[in-house]
């Protein structure tokens, strides 16, 4: 089956560093999403892209849809502890009812 | 309370043994997902159900059986565990009205020894 691939496979940060990782796919989506999942936790939604080119942002995190729309990007801001976790970004083609997930980026912050 | 609810949360089994895992969900969702996670390959999907009456195979689904009792409830079924079915496991509901979001449980982390 198809999966994403996503960049970084791990991040170890220091608190107040900005973070930046992607994820590219060999089709085109019509829609690309960013997760979070917190330890023990399943993923949360945090960003949901529709169009080619969108740039939104939710609080200090933005994401983008890139205009070949086969890859996306997720930038987090002055990080903090709780931005801990594993990021996930998923897409949707067109036509298809199924989200495909990235493998994930994992975010260690540094003491 | 979770909107999504999996029982149980964690399960050790033999192998061999039958095994199910439960899923049920508030939110009124007509969709619903078995996802299994394993570290480094993301979430790959099991099984997809869009109604109580559609069961849809997904790509990893050897191994496995579902069954929707409801429009609220959902199970994922190992029949004979096999100790390479060990990973996390993840209930997900969606709304065909907002298509793209996806609200998952908690997890339920299956070990097989």
């Known amino acids: 089956g198809q999966q994403l691939n996503q960049s970084p496979q791990s991040m170890f940060i220091q608190e107040g560093e900005d973070v930046s990782m992607n994820c590219t796919s060999s089709?085109?989506?019509?829609?690309w999403l960013w997760y979070k999942q917190d330890p023990g936790e399943g993923p949360v939604l945090l960003i949901a892209?529709?169009?080619?080119?969108e740039l939104t942002s939710n609080g200090r995190l933005t994401a983008q849809f890139g205009i070949t729309r086969k890859d996306s990007f997720l930038n987090i801001s002055a990080s903090i502890p709780s931005d801990v976790g594993i990021y996930f970004c998923?897409?949707?083609?067109?036509?298809?009812?199924?989200?495909?997930f990235g493998t994930g980026t994992r975010l260690t912050i540094i003491p | 309370d979770a909107d999504v609810t999996q029982t149980p949360r964690n399960r050790i089994t033999k192998t061999g043994k039958r095994i199910m895992l439960e899923c049920s969900q508030t939110k009124g969702h007509d969709r619903m997902y078995w996802y299994r996670q394993d570290p480094g390959l993301g979430l790959r999907l099991i099984y997809y159900?869009?109604?109580?009456?559609?069961?849809n195979k997904g790509e990893i689904s050897d191994g496995y059986s579902v069954s929707r009792q409801a429009q609220a409830k959902f199970s994922l079924s190992l029949e004979s565990a096999i100790p390479n079915q060990t990973a996390l496991y993840f209930c997900?509901?969606?709304?065909?009205?907002?298509?793209?979001?996806?609200?998952f449980g908690q997890g339920t982390r299956l070990t097989v020894v």
């Open positions: 997900a509901t969606s709304d065909p009205g907002q298509e793209t979001e996806a609200f």
């Open positions: 089709s085109i989506f019509n829609t």
């Open positions: 892209l529709y169009k080619a080119g």
């Open positions: 159900s869009f109604d109580v009456k559609d069961i």
């Open positions: 998923a897409g949707r083609n067109f036509g298809n009812e199924k989200l495909t």
